[in-house]
């Protein structure tokens, strides 16, 4: 992985009106994370579960609606990948754990002639393991995305042969391209095709 900065206090801040820790719905969700965790690894797999399990991804859902900040993506529980690591990294990093975003190229429906998207993702650190990877996209037939430190267990598996890229960056905020795609489109099958292609 490439730390896009040395400086851990970079990963921690508030970047509105994407990341925002204070609003009452992240607020919520993060006491609810500290009663039930104790420490930082176990409060970090618990906002991923969170961030995967408890938000529908709205391309499987059909959804509508885009939700880009984590106070609109708690309370309409739908969300896309990017919407799903901007959730993330607002409760661990309200909760003071590095987070970054990570992106990776991916085909949009399969096949080389449907084209290509970004997808997104996070990175976590934690002082004894360092930085690590975890994707909360969202578990179906065929994606099983886990809580793993050791070994990466991702929802999508690279397949360079057929153009796909892991980016290795580790950005501290994400990237513009993919928040003015999320405002620019009107819905979320319009977001589908209006996803960058590449960092």
């Not at 938000?55 to 509508?64: N, Q």
């Not at 996070?122 to 070994?151: C, H, M």
Request: charged residues 25%; contains cysteine; negative net charge.
């Amino acid at each position: 992985m490439q730390i896009e900065s040395g400086r851990f206090e970079d990963y921690l801040k508030e970047l509105p009106p994407v990341i925002q820790f204070q609003t009452p719905l992240v607020q919520e969700k993060i006491q609810l994370i500290k009663s039930r965790a104790s420490n930082d690894r176990d409060r970090a797999q618990l906002a991923f579960e969170i961030a995967r399990d408890e938000v529908s991804h709205s391309f499987d859902t059909k959804e509508e609606h885009i939700t880009i900040n984590a106070e609109d993506v708690l309370e309409h529980k739908e969300g896309i990948c990017f919407a799903k690591s901007h959730l993330l990294a607002t409760l661990l990093r309200g909760m003071g754990i590095p987070t970054g975003f990570c992106y990776q190229r991916v085909l949009r429906k399969g096949t080389i002639e449907s084209g290509y998207a970004l997808h997104g993702l996070n990175a976590v650190y934690l002082p004894d393991t360092g930085w690590f990877r975890l994707d909360p996209r969202g578990n179906k037939p065929g994606i099983n995305s886990q809580f793993t430190i050791e070994k990466e267990q991702l929802a999508y598996p690279i397949r360079v042969e057929l153009g796909e890229v892991d980016y290795p960056q580790v950005l501290f905020a994400p990237l513009p391209s993919v928040i003015e795609a999320m405002h620019a489109s009107k819905n979320c099958e319009e977001l589908f095709y209006k996803r960058p292609e590449e960092i």
